[in-house]
């Protein structure tokens, strides 16, 4: 069975930096594109940033661009989500997620339509 599996989340003071990993088990996405999404209290679920199969291609939300860092290593099968300057408006809980496609040089890698395979999120705390 296909497994996404989040860590790294935590209660950290804004303007600090955090680093989610993303470790897929059960089988391979080495030639999907990979995603984060995150869901604040009340809020819908939104696109944070995504990687393309090689990692040599990314995107991100406006609200994360410059702050915020995605990368996998394929050898070890895992995505990364290096954040720094938080803020309270980052709180959320952040999910991880496989693409159905390889690239993300389209506009739906930031729909949530996009991606078959889900993690079960980790909470990212930001206090002020």
């Known amino acids: 069975q296909v497994q996404l599996v989040e860590s790294g989340g935590g209660l950290v003071q804004a303007g600090g930096s955090l680093v989610l990993s993303c470790a897929a088990s059960?089988?391979?996405?080495?030639?999907?594109?990979m995603g984060w999404f995150r869901q604040a209290p009340r809020k819908e679920r939104e696109f944070v940033a995504a990687?393309?199969?090689?990692?040599?291609?990314?995107v991100y939300a406006r609200s994360v661009n410059g702050r915020f860092t995605i990368s996998r290593n394929i050898a070890k099968n895992t995505v990364y989500l290096r954040m720094s300057s938080l803020n309270p408006d980052d709180t959320a809980v952040y999910y991880c997620?496989?693409?159905?496609?390889?690239?993300?040089?389209?506009?739906?890698?930031?729909?949530?339509?996009?991606?078959?395979?889900w993690g079960q999120g980790t909470q990212v705390t930001v206090s002020s």
């Open positions: 997620a496989a693409g159905r496609g390889s690239d993300v040089n389209t506009a739906q890698v930031m729909g949530a339509p996009a991606y078959d395979y």
């Open positions: 059960g089988g391979t996405f080495s030639g999907n594109a």
């Open positions: 990687i393309n199969w090689s990692g040599l291609n990314t």
